[in-house]
Nanobody
Framework: QVQLVESGGGLVQPGGSLRLSCAAS????????MAWYRQAPGAERELVAS???????NYADFAKGRFTISRENAKNTVYLQMNRLQPGDTAVYYC????????WGQGTQVTVSS
């Protein structure tokens, strides 16, 4: 089992930045996939970015050039750096991993508004 705890969400103005953190309850070095998803009100949950244990990353089109996913294995933590945020990025952001099963965090709210 893996427990994931997100932090770093909040209210930010358009054009601003936030860094989300996802702390895992075990080492993440060998976890095949760690990812960030988001879900806006009334919308389906969608992939934002993913990171493989082999070092590969994948981004949704809306995230390319603005968001960066990274792992800090020593801290068992995955980050999502989000720059140039827009109101359309408002959503609950969830951390996800696959480690012989699917695991989700509880989510952290990101609100982009002036």
């Amino acid at each position: 089992q893996v427990q994931l705890v997100e932090s770093g969400g909040g209210l930010v103005q358009p054009g601003g930045s936030l860094r989300l953190s996802c702390a895992a309850s075990r080492d993440i070095f060998s976890i095949t996939v760690m990812a960030w998803y988001r879900q806006a009100p009334g919308a389906e949950r969608e992939l934002v970015a993913s990171s493989s244990s082999f070092g590969g990353t994948n981004y949704a089109d809306f995230a390319k050039g603005r968001f960066t996913i990274s792992r800090e294995n020593a801290k068992n933590t995955v980050y999502l750096q989000m720059n140039r945020l827009q109101p359309g990025d408002t959503a609950v952001y969830y951390c996800y991993c696959f480690a012989n099963g699917h695991y989700w965090g509880q989510g952290t709210q990101v609100t982009v508004s002036s």
